[in-house]
């Protein structure tokens, strides 16, 4: 790692002492990174108010990055692994308040982490949750996924209540409602993708039992009623999740709860197109008119109401 480093000022809110141009690229870096890859739901989009839509996009910059030296590069995990400890060291670093210069995603973070006081914590399920997937491809039951998704995609939530201002526990619970919901859906996207590259299997395998389903039948693309029940029992628990986190779209207000709207819209659209996939391994992407109507919806509170899908 390279030695050069900036230091945290004692204010810590006012953000670290860093080179302003070299700030400045930094955050120029991660807003790249953000647009470059497609999502379904939006990233740090143009909905966000503007004093989110940077740090957002650190955020994003830093969990991409890790997702992807766990999922993709050297086929080697011990690798992958030694790469995600290099990116925990770093992180440690900037904690203890010496900014690693030479990466602009932690130079970025200082900045972001000093001036919003997030919490540590979250960053550091993130990386626990990509350091399992190098070393877990199977998970028993649904508890194990839960636990998974609470390291992997809810502290994206609630980092975002966090930038927002100070979040109630029943905003949390709802941002992690959402956030789970958003991550189960992501898996019934990539059943194909994860099971070809990684050999990873995120359905539960005690529900895979129940309805017949083997991770042989996974890798042969078995595509039958048997399935399709699987499936259709994924997407009901996944609609009550969002049902649930739903109403913190609407309370939120303003252009954060907009954004939101449309995320869990998002989400709800999603589902539907994979409950009417002619295959089980289908990936439906929305389209300008599905983010149309969704937009449309997304002005009406009684649209997220609980129980309303």
């Known amino acids: 790692m390279n030695a050069e480093a900036g230091t945290v000022s004692e204010s810590g809110r006012h953000g670290p002492d860093i080179d302003p141009r070299r700030l400045a690229e930094a955050y120029r870096y991660c807003e790249s990174l953000a647009r470059s890859h497609y999502e379904n739901f939006p990233v740090a989009s143009r909905l966000l108010p503007p004093r989110l839509r940077r740090p957002v996009a650190v955020i994003y910059a830093f ?5 992807d030296y766990a999922d993709e ?3 080697d995990p011990r690798r992958r692994l030694a790469l995600l400890a290099d990116w925990q060291a770093r992180l440690e ?25 997030l919490p540590w914590a979250l960053f550091e399920d993130l990386l626990s949750a990509f350091r399992q997937d190098v070393v877990k491809r199977r998970y028993a039951c649904f508890d194990e996924v839960l636990d998974y998704c609470r390291r992997s995609a809810n502290p994206i939530g609630r ?29 019934l ?16 395998q005690d529900e895979m039992a129940r309805f017949g389903i083997t991770d042989a039948d ?22 009550a999740m969002l049902d649930d986190g739903a109403p913190l779209a609407w309370a939120l207000g303003g252009r954060l709860g907009l954004e939101l709207r449309f995320t869990v819209g998002g989400a709800w659209r999603i589902l539907a197109r994979l409950e009417q996939a002619p295959s ?10 599905d983010w149309l109507g969704i937009a449309g919806r997304s002005l009406r509170p009684a649209w997220f109401a609980p129980g309303r899908h």
């Open 159 to 187: 980092l975002l209540l966090h930038l927002h201002g100070s979040p109630g526990e029943t905003a949390l619970r709802r941002a992690d409602a959402i956030c789970t919901a958003l991550q189960l859906i992501n898996f």
């Open 218 to 239: 996974i890798a042969a693309r078995r595509d039958d009623d048997a399935m399709r029940a699987l499936l259709r029992h994924q997407i009901r628990r996944i609609r």
């Open 63 to 67: 969990a991409r990055r890790a997702d």
């Open 93 to 117: 670093q900037v904690r203890a308040g010496r900014v690693p210069l030479e990466e602009p995603v932690f130079v970025a973070l200082a900045d972001v982490v000093a001036r919003h006081a």
């Open 73 to 75: 590069g050297d086929p």
């Open 189 to 204: 996207q990539d059943i194909a993708q994860d099971q070809a590259e990684n050999d990873r299997i995120y359905l539960p």
């Open 280 to 289: 089980c391994y289908a990936r439906p992407r929305l389209t300008p008119l």
